[in-house]
């Protein structure tokens, strides 16, 4: 089931991140757009500002929840 209460949340990874898509940098900035557990992961789909838009695990983030970018 896909959850959007934080889509929009502005959020920074951690850590260095590799995806399939390429690495994100400790510091990469992007958006949250939903939330979706899938074969028991809680995984949330990012657009990263560098054009890509991949899942990560919640602990390889920070969520700012004092700022929520619009949605397109």
């Known amino acids: 089931m896909i959850d959007r209460t934080h ?3 502005r959020c920074h990874t951690l850590q260095l991140v590799r995806t399939v898509k390429g690495d994100l940098p400790r510091g990469s900035q992007g958006t949250a757009i939903y939330e979706i557990n899938n074969l028991g ?3 949330i789909l990012v657009g990263w500002d560098n054009g890509i838009s991949v899942p990560v695990f919640p602990r390889e983030i920070e969520l700012h929840h004092e700022y929520a970018a619009p949605l397109p």
């Open 7 to 9: 889509a929009g949340l």
């Open 41 to 43: 992961r809680h995984l």
